[in-house]
């Protein structure tokens, strides 16, 4: 039943994402990722690697499990309702926010002192994710996607307070290791990458009707047809009684 409605691609490219951030997890019990190795240093070319690997390792097991699922999610999203743009907007939206982040000055956003950080987790993926599925959706106006939109927004919409350092609303007594600057650096590429592809795929269906200029000779012949079968519907009528005339016009010309 399931198998012409899911997309293959939708299921195989979540399982995959997730098998390899559970082996960069298991990899680094193991100790063969270990101190900032593989994780983004912004402005040191030693952190350049954690562009490509910092999204497969996790502090703890907490952190993986609570990127797992969104990941899962969102991706099997961007799969089955965005097959034409998936691949690149992941493989994009993945180095892009790696690279934005990296580019940005590691400064304490309250003091102003240089600090030497390591990121990793594929927060910043969930949240090119979150954001472009948001975004595309608004920007193709088309009712389907505008409901997957809105999904994202219901279920994810809390992730807006993640963009912003949790100094600016709460007394921390220790610097907050979540990243606000990859989650910021994901919002902002998957933004843009929605609006770069506003334009590839589905988007609103517009029928021939609706063009300017639009003339048949099949709705015309209809029309002088009903005007002769009901002519007291052409007496002095009422604006709602039109609105039925137009309605039933419709529904002839839609079969």
Request: proline share 5%.
């Amino acid at each position: 039943m399931f198998k012409n409605i899911i997309s293959k691609r939708a299921v195989i490219t979540p399982l995959l994402m997730l098998s390899a951030m559970w082996l960069g997890f298991l990899l680094q019990t193991m100790g063969f990722f270990q101190s900032c190795f593989g994780a983004i240093i912004p402005l040191l070319p030693e952190g350049l690697l954690g562009i490509v690997t910092s999204p497969l390792l996790h502090g703890n097991m907490d952190h993986i499990i609570s990127n797992s699922i969104p990941v899962a999610v969102l991706l099997f999203l961007l799969y089955q309702f965005y097959p034409l743009v998936a691949n690149k907007v992941f493989i994009i939206g993945w180095l892009a926010t790696g690279l934005l982040l990296w580019m940005l000055p590691p400064i304490d956003i309250l003091t102003g002192d240089y600090t030497y950080t390591c990121t990793i987790g594929a927060s910043g993926i969930v949240y090119v994710l979150a954001f472009f599925l948001f975004f595309s959706g608004v920007f193709k106006w088309n009712m389907k996607l505008l409901t997957i939109s809105l999904l994202v927004v219901l279920y994810y919409g809390s992730l807006i307070w993640g963009m912003f350092p949790e100094e600016l609303f709460y007394n921390l007594q220790e610097p907050s290791k979540i990243s606000w600057q990859a989650h910021l650096s994901g919002a902002v590429v998957g933004s843009i990458i929605a609006f770069a592809f506003k334009n590839v795929g589905e988007r609103k269906k517009k029928y021939i009707w609706e063009f300017p200029n639009y003339y048949s000779e099949k709705d015309d012949k209809l029309w002088q047809e009903y005007k002769e079968n009901h002519p007291d519907d052409f007496l002095e009528l009422p604006y709602k009684k039109r609105d039925d005339i137009w309605d039933r016009l419709d529904e002839l010309r839609r079969k």
